[in-house]
């Protein structure tokens, strides 16, 4: 028994380099990071926040930088997307505007 205790013990450092080496450690440094930038950005804590996300996002563009590329060229879509969405909410908010008004006319003069 002491013996079998004794085996298991030498394989116990190939065993955790086995392991270690099938954790993805930027992936998880990186997503920890925003995540934790995340959080400082809700509690208040501006500067921190921005520079753990900061970091986070470093992180994640150097394990994957063909989809930060493919980000950037489709960031242009994007922000139309985003601007043509703000114009419906707009002429929305107008339109309710002038709903609003034409009711209270009405129950005004009543």
Do not use: C, Y
């Not at 099938?22 to 440094?29: A, G, N, V």
């Not at 563009?61 to 980000?71: F, G, I, Q, S, Y």
């Not at 139309?80 to 009405?106: M, P, Y």
């Amino acid at each position: 028994m002491l013996v079998e205790s004794r085996q298991d013990m030498k394989k116990l450092p190939r065993t955790i380099d086995a392991a270690a080496s099938d954790i993805p450690w930027t992936r998880s440094l990186a997503a920890g990071s925003l995540v934790v930038g995340a959080v400082l950005l809700v509690t208040g804590r501006r500067r921190s926040g921005l520079a753990v996300a900061a970091a986070g996002a470093a992180l994640a563009v150097l394990e994957h930088p063909e989809a930060v590329k493919e980000a950037w060229e489709a960031l242009p879509r994007w922000v139309r997307s985003g601007q043509d969405l703000l114009v419906r909410v707009e002429d929305f908010v107008d339109e309710l505007n002038k709903q609003g008004a034409r009711l209270k006319k009405v129950l005004s003069v009543e």
